[in-house]
């Protein structure tokens, strides 16, 4: 196998004669990214590019651009880069979140918890999973049921395979927020919810799969670097996602209650010094009235 003029040796291939779930996409295969417990302990591409000294070590990260078709302008596209990373193109972060993977096979994290709008949605899993071969956001059906009865306040919507809400503005929807490993991350409306005029499709799903799935809505929020070697997910805000609404947010929130509080306190103890000051002289010149002068004793 030759990748990039330099050949893998020894990689082991699986033969498919059909995929039933990309006839419309050209392609001559599919790439694993997961563990080799997934694949009966054979090497990975990963793997066996990093044993062939290709690349420095056995990682990977994933940059899912926004460009739509018919649009005009140019955006930066989807992309792969094998045993490292581009921080500074593919985000504006400064350095990335590290989350810890834990024994599976999969890409799977902890899932702390789900919030939305600072209200926390009850779960019924603490697993979430990476994947980027599905373009939804997919949950156990109760976890789902809960979030879209959080998610649908103020629209009208019905529940297909999907749920469709009638809307005129992305911003009417919340912000999902992921606590993953204890650290919180973001999905915006406009990653999780395709907008076709004034009808929303909301981009989440059930299945019994008994974890949550994170697909393409939440990989296209975040630029993700793979550490198979460390068992390790970093994550940082891709370039190419929308800016996460402060005001939806419960960190802001609170952050804008204990300014304003702050705030309050300054001025109340800079109004009382400065009116100290002003009265100070005012006092003086009665207290020298009311003096009584010395009379020198004869």
Known sequence: MIIADKTVKNQDFVLAKKLSKFNDLPTDGMIGLAF??????????????????????????????????????EKESSAIIFGGNNIKKYSNDNGFVEINVFFSGFWSVILTRMEINGEQVKISTRTAIFDSGINLLIGPPSDVLNVFS???????CVLSDLLICECKDLNDFP???????????????????AKDKNTCYVLISSARVGVWLLGNPFLRSYYTDYNMDRRIISLARSSSASKVHPEKSAFWLIMLIILSSTLTIIIGVLARYFYLKRREPRVQPQNEERMIPLVPLT
């Open 36 to 73: 080799p417990e997934l694949s009966e302990n054979m090497n990975t591409l990963v793997q066996s590019m990093a044993d062939a000294k290709i690349i420095k070590s056995a990682t990977f990260s994933l940059f899912f651009g926004d460009n739509d078709y018919g649009r005009k302008e």
């Open 175 to 193: 912000v999902l927020e992921f606590v993953l490993d204890s650290k919180r991350f973001y999905v915006n409306p406009k990653e999780y919810i």
């Open 150 to 156: 959080k998610v649908q306040k103020g629209n009208d």
